[in-house]
């Protein structure tokens, strides 16, 4: 699975961008186009690989985490509008990519500096979300017609 998705290739250092494959995609063009902004956001932080966290760094992150909030606030507004009824459980897995994002970032905070690990496991964290909890929500979505399997396949 990493492999396929380019995170083994980029734990080596080898990736020089990602692509969310058209098999992970979700189907719904808003929410695909904020996990693909999301990933390169994410995936943008290699540059300060070794770098003392400070300055554009630090604002980096900052912004990162202000986008990850923007972006399961969407989804959840999403939920509610569709009334997904594992809504509230889906709130929860967002607030562990949060608290994951934050602990990572003290932890770069009281180290100095950023590691190619740190950008791995945030890489990994937030592709696992996307792929393993939206999952669910995707399957309400078609089993409910709102987002048709046909145009899924075809995205």
């Known amino acids: ?5 380019g995170i083994g290739t980029f734990m080596t250092g080898g990736l020089s961008d990602f692509t969310i494959p058209k098999v992970a995609l979700f189907g719904d063009a808003d929410i695909d186009v904020e996990h693909q902004y999301l990933v390169d956001k994410v995936l943008h932080l290699r540059k300060f690989v070794d770098v003392e966290y400070g300055g554009e760094l630090r604002e980096h ?3 990162l985490r202000r986008e990850l909030l923007s972006h399961f606030h969407n989804e959840i507004r999403y939920m509610k509008d569709v009334s997904y009824p594992a809504a509230t459980e889906h709130m929860l897995h967002h607030s562990e990519v949060l608290e994951g994002f934050d602990q990572l970032m003290d932890n770069i905070s ?3 500096y950023l590691l190619v690990e740190d950008v791995n496991n945030l890489v990994s964290n937030v592709v696992r979300h996307m792929l ?3 999952i669910a929500f995707k399957t309400y979505l078609i089993k409910t017609g709102v987002l048709k399997e046909e145009v899924i396949r075809m995205v």
């Not at 699975?1 to 998705?5: D, E, L, P, V």
Request: hydrophobic residues 35%; glycine residues 8%; proline residues 0%.
């Open 1 to 5: 699975f990493m492999q396929t998705i």
């Open 61 to 63: 992150c900052a912004d």
């Open 110 to 112: 009281k180290r100095g």
């Open 132 to 134: 393993m909890e939206d």
